[in-house]
């Protein structure tokens, strides 16, 4: 049987590239976006020409009060499209950031990094749990930035901070029922998170690129095929735990 992963956030970036890696090692998709719609649309159109199926759901994890109508959407689309009732991943990874000090950084700015990051993750996390099936998968995004420290990054950081220590707390509460939860720890990346800073601003990119031991910033491609085979069943025993990718950064 074919596995159906949940990636929050798909429709660019991080969360494309591991939707479609997750197609290419065989499993089908359920992508959520918030804005994007023809961007998650031509990404459902790219698994469904790797053989996948795969079906796009709108989604804001800031809306609280949607996530369980969302969880029965989930579940009518299972039945319809899959005939299961079931999910096998869930893999949390919608999230935007934020750069600014902490003499500067405003309620809203941190209250949008929290509800995102925190509480979007621990509520969508929730409505999820009955049609996330018994040995499943949770992987949970968080940052480089939570091992080291960079200016501006501060709130950003300590919502990330809190999804590790979430992450810890379902690995225990979950592990009755064979689910493993772990974070992935992505360092600097090429994507178009804060406006591509770090893809296009070269001062940025260089400053991250000389703090790694292979000496450049990643890309999308460095994230997505290890996510995917995270997901596999030669790691099923491994759960709690923050995975850095990062190229070796400060160490």
Do not use: C
Request: aromatic share 6%; no cysteine.
């Amino acid at each position: 049987m074919n596995t159906i992963s949940l990636v929050t956030g798909a429709s660019r970036g991080l969360g494309r590239n591991t939707a479609l890696s997750i197609a290419r090692h065989g499993g089908d998709i359920i992508l959520t976006y918030r804005s994007g719609a023809e961007q998650a649309q031509a990404v459902v159109q790219e698994i469904q020409g790797l053989g996948r199926k795969a079906v796009a759901l709108p989604l804001d994890v800031t809306e609280v009060g949607s996530l369980p109508t969302f969880a029965d959407t989930v579940r009518h689309t299972l039945t319809t499209h899959w005939g299961r009732s079931s999910l096998d991943h869930l893999i949390n990874n919608a999230g935007h950031g934020e750069m600014a000090g902490v003499a500067e950084t405003t309620e809203a700015q941190f209250d949008g990094l929290f509800d995102t990051h925190v509480k979007g993750v621990f509520f969508l996390t929730q409505a999820l749990l009955p049609v996330l099936a018994d040995g499943g998968r949770i992987v949970n995004f968080s940052s480089g930035l939570t091992r080291v420290s960079f200016p501006g990054f501060s709130a950003y950081a300590a919502a990330k901070g809190a999804v590790e220590i979430l992450t810890l707390y379902l690995a225990r509460e979950l592990g009755g029922r064979g689910i493993t939860v772990n974070t992935v720890a992505p360092g600097a990346i090429e994507t178009d998170f804060l406006g591509g800073a770090v893809r296009d601003m070269p001062d940025l990119n260089a400053q991250f690129a000389g703090m790694t031991a292979l000496g450049r910033v990643g890309v999308p491609d460095d994230i997505g095929p290890m996510i995917a085979s995270l997901l596999g069943p030669e790691h099923r025993w491994v759960t709690g735990q923050r995975i850095e990718v990062s190229g070796g950064q400060v160490i």
